[in-house]
């Protein structure tokens, strides 16, 4: 499989709305509700912010939010913040018990 | 409180084998999915395997045949055996509790590929 597709870079100034999107197909984010996505600060492991398409594990902010159309799924980030600058990655079940990532995003704060 | 420990890692000529150790702590490796994760210097997230709960043992197309995954339940332990290494197989490699959604992660291990 290869990588999920996401945009290279996306920023937005604190307080606002920024949505970083994750394109598939439909043998995996299209197939499958089973979307995640992972965000990265520099020289550290990554931290799962969202899960199964829309869930939020337990102590991450309700500033982050899920949603998937098609093939395509996203991450919503609202009212942006400076510890929100960081790689954000997505992944989806592949099939055969296989997963792939996207190819990340890195979210500038202005 | 959840920790994954990882050893192993380093320096390993082109066609070499190492093997990555993840010692749990709070959770137990029998009862859980865990999986192996990398990311080459610079570039993104790879998937790479993945053991279930039951056994079951799946890999990326590119490590497969050369890589496996496996646990040692009275240790507590999973590891990753990686031979037949590659250039392209230089990374940090991270292990992490789950199979869709990767709650928990070790601090990584780098493995660099070179002669």
């Known amino acids: 499989h290869s990588a999920l597709t996401q945009p290279a870079s996306v920023s937005g100034s604190p307080g606002q709305s920024i949505t970083i999107s994750c394109t598939g197909t439909?043998?995996?984010?299209?197939?499958?509700?089973?979307v995640s996505w992972y965000q990265q600060h520099p020289g550290k492991g990554p931290k799962l912010v969202i899960y199964e398409v829309t869930e939020r594990p337990s102590g991450v902010s309700d500033r982050f939010s899920g949603s998937k159309s098609g093939n395509t799924a996203s991450l919503t980030i609202s009212g942006l913040q400076a510890e929100d600058e960081a790689d954000y990655y997505c992944?989806?079940?592949?099939?055969?018990?296989?997963?792939?990532f996207g190819t990340g995003t890195e979210i500038t704060v202005l | 409180e959840v920790q994954l420990v990882q050893t192993g890692g380093g320096l390993i000529q082109p066609g070499g084998s190492l093997r990555l150790s993840c010692a749990a702590s709070g959770i137990n490796v029998s009862t859980n999915y865990m999986t192996w994760v990398r990311q080459a210097p610079g570039k993104g997230l790879e998937w790479v395997s993945v053991i279930y709960r039951p056994g079951g043992t799946y890999y990326a197309d590119a490590v497969k045949g050369r890589f496996t995954i496996s646990r040692d339940n009275s240790k507590n332990i999973f590891y990753l055996q990686m031979n037949s290494l590659r250039a392209e197989d230089t990374a940090v490699y991270y292990c992490a509790r789950g199979v869709s959604s990767l709650d928990y992660w070790g601090q990584g291990t780098l493995v660099t590929v070179s002669s």
């Open positions: 992944c989806s079940y592949a099939g055969s018990s296989t997963y792939v």
């Open positions: 439909s043998s995996d984010v299209g197939g499958f509700s089973l």
